[in-house]
DNA sequence: TCATTCCTTGGCCAATTTGCCAAACGGCCC
DNA sequence: GGGCCGTTTGGCAAATTGGCCAAGGAATGA
């Protein structure tokens, strides 16, 4: 039965991917495997509003793809899981098979 | 923008992540990982309308991540980019972590 | 204490997503 | 043609998301 994956197993994980799946935050995700980074300069990276990156700092955190650490005045975030990165590489075999059929996603 | 990266790129990875970033879409791929599916079988294995199922197929075939094909009245699909799975290697290791910490995301 | 800086939260609105039902489409066989 | 089966599409309601602005902490320095 639970032999292998069962419908809650699969909401985790797509708990996990729908945090990822937004510009801003895959921006966010390339930026903090750099190096971390506060808030304030996430949002120079990002061009939006403060409290939009607030938020989506947030949504990665709850998902346990980013932490969080105060320091001072200023809150540090960071990359939770390296792996993260690689996910990317196959991300992109999609959108090149796509280039080859000219598929919409490629936009 | 920072990097070599354009947000456009960031939209098209986006664009793929998001077509995953859904329980039953998962539970589509993971299924189609193991072999070629019709949609009535896949409507089975998801359990939700067969008209449910079809928009879910839409959405990865629309993204690059599946491929269709019709072989008489039945229409079967197809994982199109195999390494979609390591992904989800990567995907348990955050739900690993998170579940250390407790966080919500496990459910 | 007060002001300043950095960040988060609440409120609101527009846009998107998900699910079902019903209807349409497209092969196939009689 | 007519009927059946497998699939897709349209339409609708409910829920979620993403963005901005404004207000609310929290740490620091004067």
Redesign the pocket.
């Given at each position: 039965m639970t032999g292998n994956k069962t419908r809650t197993q699969y909401e985790a994980r797509a708990r996990v991917i729908?945090a990822m799946a937004?510009p801003?935050r895959l921006l966010i995700i390339d930026e903090l495997n750099r190096r971390e980074r506060?808030?304030?300069e996430l949002t120079e990276i990002v061009g939006?509003?403060?409290?939009?990156v607030?938020?989506?700092?947030?949504?990665l955190k709850n998902a346990g793809i980013v932490t969080?650490e105060k320091r001072?005045?200023?809150?540090y975030y960071r990359l939770r899981v390296p792996c993260i990165l690689n996910f990317f590489g196959c991300v992109e075999s999609v959108l090149k098979q796509a280039a080859k059929d000219s598929l919409s996603v490629v936009g």
């Open positions: 729908k937004h801003s506060c808030v304030h939006t509003d403060i409290s939009t607030s938020k989506h700092l947030s949504v969080d001072g005045v200023m809150v």
